[in-house]
């Protein structure tokens, strides 16, 4: 797999293509990448995300993608390395983000699901990329605090969005929103999402974890775990992509017995029978 880097701390490209010019590759730098137009389908990692104009995608250094374009896509990368925030005198006032950016470019739901903007944030984010794109054709980006504020914008639309689509707690605490991206990130190392493990890595008691959660979140977090778990098992269940040995292999089953016996205690029905019900459903709807 082609692996991209980049050496300056921030960097603008804006092409326009009717057929991807990669394949599926990875890259040493975050890169928010916007569709200015075009519709197809963004391959992040092992998922199949559809884009249509003004999408939002964040990709990590941990990631791969590629594209399939449908239309003639025209796509926006705002591409910068780790010590981009790090680096900056005026970043000042960071604590007020409760995740700062390299945390939402690691969130691994943003991998799992699209972002979905409301007609006024979708006007907003779009003059915050025309903005970039007219300062980057006459100066230097990289070095330019109007250009940081701009990006940092962007990150404070990507996280109000999470937060109206409950993708990380519902309130601004950002013991909350750590401990949510923390169970998200790990969702498929069932170790690391133990009690035990996640209470250490928090610094909280091991017998104080299971009330503190519940405290914050209004559930146990045996449900929150399961239920998320379940969410992206559906996903994957749905896309018809995967097998039920991929899954379970994933998701850091046993074996695919095993992940049947925990869909079937939560569901009612095996993985296998709903798959069934997904594809009457979609044969109902295409003769409706």
């Avoid at 559930?219 to 749905?238: A, F, P, S, V």
Wanted: aromatic share 14%.
């Amino acid at each position: 797999m082609t692996k991209l880097k980049q050496f300056y701390p921030l960097e603008i490209l804006d092409f326009e293509e009717a057929s991807f010019h990669l394949t599926v590759h990875g890259q040493n730098y975050f890169e928010l990448v916007y569709i200015y137009e075009g519709k197809g389908i963004h391959q992040i990692n092992q998922n199949q995300l559809p884009y249509c104009s003004g999408d939002l995608f964040v990709i990590s250094p941990e990631d791969e993608h590629n594209f399939k374009m449908d239309t003639k896509t025209r796509i926006i990368c705002i591409k910068f390395t780790d010590d981009y925030f790090s680096g900056k005198e005026h970043w000042k006032f960071q604590d007020y983000m409760n995740n700062n950016p390299e945390g939402i470019m690691n969130n691994k739901i943003l991998k799992e699901v699209k972002l979905e903007f409301s007609q006024e944030i979708h006007q907003i984010l779009r003059h915050i990329i025309d903005n970039i794109l007219l300062y980057n054709a006459s100066y230097n980006v990289a070095t330019s605090p109007v250009v940081f504020h701009q990006v940092l914008s962007v990150f404070g639309i990507i996280k109000e969005t999470m937060q109206d689509m409950s993708l990380n707690g519902n309130d601004h605490l950002p013991e909350k929103e750590q401990l949510i991206s923390y169970i998200h990130q790990h969702i498929y190392i069932p170790e690391k999402v133990k009690v035990k493990n996640i209470a250490s890595h928090f610094n909280i008691a091991i017998t104080y974890f299971s009330a503190y959660f519940k405290r914050n979140f209004e559930m146990n977090y045996r449900d929150y775990l399961n239920q998320y778990r379940l969410m992206l098992i559906n996903k994957r269940l749905e896309s018809g992509q995967f097998t039920m040995s991929q899954i379970a292999e994933e998701f850091g089953f046993n074996d695919e017995s095993h992940f049947s016996h925990f869909y079937k205690n939560n569901v009612g029905i095996n993985p296998s029978n709903y798959v069934s019900l997904v594809r009457l459903q979609t044969k109902l709807d295409t003769l409706g």
